[in-house]
């Protein structure tokens, strides 16, 4: 079954170890996956599509850990 959370950039920031201007740097320079839903103008993801964005992602340096939603 796949998670129907959504995470935004902060919750993917948290994911990845990083600062949310930097995942909304990625997406603006197209690294990032485009988003599964657009709520308000604000885009979210799915947790399976940051995962999988993740395990492909070069360099990313054991930074992954798991969240507990």
């Keep these: ?6 995470w935004s950039y902060k919750d993917i920031a948290a994911h990845i170890r990083v600062l949310p201007d930097t995942v909304r740097s990625y997406r603006k320079h197209g690294f990032l996956p485009d988003p599964d839903q657009v709520r308000d103008g604000r ?3 799915y947790p399976d599509t940051v995962r999988h964005w993740v395990a492909r992602r070069p360099g990313n340096r054991n930074r ?6």
């Design 64 to 69: 992954v850990r798991t969240l507990t939603t």
């Design 43 to 45: 885009p979210y993801w």
């Design 1 to 6: 079954m796949t998670d129907s959370t959504l």
